[in-house]
């Protein structure tokens, strides 16, 4: 049963108060909140909608536009919440409608715009659609709105086809069918208990539309679409003819991901979306081969904006960044789209770590690295992001310089692919430890019971209290740098840059006044100093119209 607010929905109106400004999406910095670990209001060591509500104000004076939650939904939390068992309901975990209603208002109240996390791909075992499919056996219509078949073999002992889950194994299991016997096999990309909706079924549509507007009548300002690139498979659902297809993520189109049907759907959705006022907004996590396909998801009729994934996995390396930029700029420009640019989420390593350890380990690695490296190349990057034509995505704690917490040992583990023994790495724990608030205390201010996955020693240092205030640290240094790219007209949206010339290893280039310079190399280097210096990630020094930039250093100019 979905909980119904007593109170009545936000009104249309709320969302327009928070407009401001036209077009607000093409260069808003949007802050990720993993719910479970951002804050816990009620000490049961799990973050919670109440207690997201209660940090609202730090994220305004952070100067963020827009917070998207990671899912909230009632859930049996097999992977986290991503899948759900109730599209339309609060799981208790993290409290209740009540409680999500109250977060919108607050949120709007301070000029903030909420974005939900939807999961349109698969739903929860527990759903009750499945729960119905599995009871009425094979040919029931509840059936159909999955992916169920028979098996191969003799006696059906064999998978339908050789996709394999994401999260490692075979992409299908066997169910027992009511009359005790081996039965159909269903599909599911991820976890078992994540079966994949049959998105040629009418029914899916229609309900994911009727989700799409129970969330936007409750003032929702837009949807995060888990994976986007996912719903639509080739017909017959063919072999893919190889092992080890996680490997192969990412460099070509996939029978089960990035197929072209998946546009029709965003074209309906759009089309709802724009009936309602405040510039609601679509983002799409399509993991997808190449940028220019990511673009086909950000076309005038479909969605708002696109996870740059290609920019994610760059090395913090000079020719690459400008290569990825060039791709991703040119590649937006045709359909009218903002860029965006991510350089962490809850599903790879930190990039304070990632940054702190050599090229080539990919984006979920267990190794600590050189943190004081790290730090520095990650200042250095976000100043490098926040300075890049369109949008940005800041996640949760990477402005306090948040490292992986790479040794939490085995037995507190709970990302489920880490069980699955293949697949994905399973490590993305490390970067979903609550963050901390205070200096001391159970959880460094994250509740008042501990905390869902241990905090390392040290954890306060980083804290938000350790950091505000002091001139220099990273905290500090993202609300600067956050102030600045409001107030300054040539940030923000655009789809172009200037390069500048600069020396090997140095990313350079203008917007109108302003100038950009990022310093990858291991060694100091010689700049022409552009003008009026207004922010750097490092210590500088100028003399005689050249500066000396220190290396993993980023420095913002100005010209005005």
């Known amino acids: 049963m979905s909980q119904q607010p007593s109170a009545a929905p936000a009104p249309t109106s709320a969302v327009a108060t928070v407009a401001g400004r036209h077009d607000w999406w093409r260069d808003a910095v949007i802050y990720q909140v993993y719910p479970r670990s951002f804050a816990d209001s009620n000490g049961d060591g799990m973050g919670d909608l109440e207690g997201v509500r209660t940090r609202l104000p730090y994220l305004r004076d952070l100067g963020v536009d827009a917070v998207w939650l990671s ?55 527990q759903y009750e659609w499945f729960r119905r499919a599995l009871a ?59 079966p994949d909706f049959n998105w040629e079924h009418p029914a899916v549509g229609d309900e994911f539309r009727s989700i799409l507007r129970f969330w936007l ?103 690459e960044l400008r290569t990825v930029i060039d791709r991703t700029l040119d590649a937006m420009r045709p359909v009218g789209a903002p860029a965006t640019w991510v350089l962490s989420n809850h599903d790879v390593t930190r990039h304070a770590t990632r940054f702190a350890n050599p090229a080539g380990l990919g984006t979920q690695i267990r190794l600590a690295g050189d943190r004081a490296l790290g730090l520095r190349r990650a200042r250095a990057a976000t100043l490098l992001m926040l300075a890049l034509p369109g949008s940005a995505y800041v996640y949760q704690g990477e402005e306090l310089g948040l490292p992986d917490v790479v040794d939490l040992p085995d037995e507190v583990r709970q990302d489920p692919a880490y069980f699955r023994g293949a697949g994905q790495d399973g490590f993305r724990d490390g ?23 241990p905090q390392p020693a040290g954890w306060g240092e980083l804290s938000v209290a350790a950091q505000s205030g002091v001139p220099g640290s990273t905290l500090e240094l993202y609300r600067e740098a956050l102030a600045v790219r409001r107030s300054t007209a040539d940030l923000g949206a655009g789809d172009a840059v200037e390069w500048l010339r600069a020396p090997e290893g140095v990313v350079a280039f203008r917007r109108g006044d302003f100038v950009c310079v990022a310093n990858t190399t291991a060694e100091s280097v010689a700049m022409p100093a552009y003008g009026r210096v207004l922010l750097a990630s490092g210590e500088i020094t100028e003399a005689a119209g050249e500066a000396k930039v220190p290396a993993d250093t980023t420095v913002w100019w100005t010209r005005a």
């Not at 970067?431 to 509740?447: A, D, K, L, M, Q």
Request: hydrophobic share 35%.
């Open 136 to 194: 009425e056996g094979p040919g029931s219509p509840s059936r159909d709105r999955y992916h169920f078949r028979p098996g191969k073999g003799k006696n059906g002992e064999l998978p339908p086809n050789d996709w394999e889950s994401i999260f490692g194994g075979p992409a299908w299991t066997r169910v027992t069918e009511p009359d005790g016997t081996p039965g159909e096999w269903y599909l599911h990309l991820f976890a078992p208990e994540q």
């Open 71 to 125: 899912p909230f939904y009632a859930s049996p939390q097999a992977d986290a919440g991503y899948d759900v068992a109730d599209y339309r309901a609060v799981d208790p975990m993290f409290g209740t409608l009540l409680d999500a209603d109250a977060l919108i208002r607050d949120a709007h109240a301070l000029g903030l715009r909420i974005i939900v996390d939807l999961v349109p791909n698969h739903s929860s075992d």
């Open 431 to 453: 970067c979903r430890v609550p963050i901390p608030w205070t200096r001391e205390g159970s959880s460094y201010g994250f509740g008042d019971g501990g905390s869902w996955l």
């Open 217 to 319: 009548d409750m003032g929702v300002d837009g949807f995060r679409i888990d994976v986007a690139h996912g719903m639509v498979k080739a017909e017959g659902l063919p072999d893919l003819g190889s092992h080890e297809q996680l490997k192969l993520l990412g460099n070509d189109v996939m029978p089960f991901f990035d197929q072209d049907g998946v546009h029709a759907i965003y074209r309906q959705w759009r089309r709802i979306l724009d009936e309602y006022s405040g510039e609601r907004i679509f983002v799409a996590e399509a993991w997808t081969p190449t940028v220019e396909r990511t673009a086909n998801y950000v076309r005038p009729d479909e969605l708002h904006q696109a996870f740059n994934f290609q920019y994610l996995g760059t090395h913090w390396d000079a020719e």
